[in-house]
């Protein structure tokens, strides 16, 4: 069975900084995964590599093959009919997601109509109304002729993903999709895309600094450590066989058993004997 996402070697630097090194991590069909590490780790950096969508000073080294072919970098025309159709992405503000000026509904119908070339306008719209009800936004078709400013950020966000799933992806890419939320609504949306992604059978990597945001929504963890994948474990072996600089994430978390004590820190400098070349 081909994979779904393969990554090689890929490496990118910005100057003289390097933010990804040799990066290897393999996804077949239906794998859900939780990328996770502190702020600067190159989280994000991997997921924006994996579409093409780096800065123009980013040199970028390594092969991403999806589905068995190599992603045409170097060809925008190409790459954007892999965007959205064949992997979606989900960035981390909706408020800056969406222009001000056009409704909900001229941002999807756009989106959809460029995705699915013959598509009417009529069907766009019902599609999209489809889109609205699948993340669960109460009376969907009046919300199509809203603006972004008259939806909260949790109704935001929640379109976003409604637009990152038009052209019905084989891999969704989350990057930090709850961070703006409240406990409550990021309870919300982390459920809704679970129902979405698990009825829909795509492939899912979910980037986040949380463990515990990772744990609602994903089955296996990576672990990233400056521009490094030091570990990958199923979810539910991560306590067991949690890397040093892993249960140093996790002993940093707060939680209820540690109320009225101070909240352990990671140091700017971690022990070189925790990496195979640090």
Known sequence: MTGLLDIRRLSVAFG?????????????????????????????TL?????????????????????GEPLPWSDDRAMTRVRGRRIGFIYQDPMAAFSPVHTIGT??????????????????????VALLEEVEINKPRERLDHYPNEYSGGMLQRVMIAAALVGDPDLLIADEPTTALDVTTQASVLGMLDR?????????????HDLGVVAEACRE????????????????????EAHPYTRALLEARPTFGKRGQRLSTIADFLPSDWFDDA
């Open 16 to 44: 003289p900084t390097r933010a990804l090194s040799d990066i290897d991590l393999a996804l077949e069909p239906g794998t859900r995964l939780g990328l996770v590490g502190e702020s600067g780790s190159g989280k994000s």
């Open 47 to 67: 997921g924006l590599a994996v579409l093409g969508l780096l800065p123009p000073d980013a040199a970028c080294t390594g092969e991403v093959r999806f589905q």
């Open 107 to 128: 941002h999807i119908t756009r989106a959809l109509r460029a995705a699915h070339p013959g598509v009417g306008r009529r069907e766009a719209l019902d599609w999209s």
């Open 196 to 208: 979405i992604v698990e009825a829909r059978g795509m492939g899912f990597i979910l980037i986040s």
């Open 221 to 240: 963890v990576a672990v990233m450590y400056g521009g490094k994948l030091i570990q990958r474990v199923a979810l539910a072996d991560l306590k067991a």
